[in-house]
């Protein structure tokens, strides 16, 4: 299984998004059950629109816009480290690595959509 580190490299190289984040965390004030839905979500949205860049690129703006508190708590995941980091990734890890799977595989077709571009400079 590859660590949550590593997927959100990947996903940010392709995807353009810096780090992901999340509650029980000391110091963290996120809810992490939550956060990993946003992402699960997010991935949905970008598997289910795979083929439609356009489509895509309309529905993510209205998702992101109407979830920016939630991203803005992504980040915290990429200031987790150590124990935090380890924790993190021994309960969520899977389900991220899957929703990751997705969201890349979505991805990948309509990073130069300039809707799907704006929308992702939103959430950085």
Known sequence: ??????????F?????????ALSGLPGCGGNDEKTVQLVEETAELFEDNMGDCDKLGT?????????ELRFADLKRIGRLDGEERKAFDAKYGVRLEAAMRKLMNGATACMDNPK???ALKKIR
Do not use: D, I, Q
Not at 1 to 10: D, E, Q, T, Y
Not at 12 to 20: K, W
């Open 59 to 67: 529905e993510f703006e209205s998702f992101t816009g109407k979830n």
């Open 1 to 10: 299984m590859l660590v949550f580190g590593a997927l959100m490299s990947r």
């Open 116 to 118: 799907v571009g704006g």
């Open 12 to 20: 940010a190289m392709v995807a353009g998004l810096a780090a992901l």
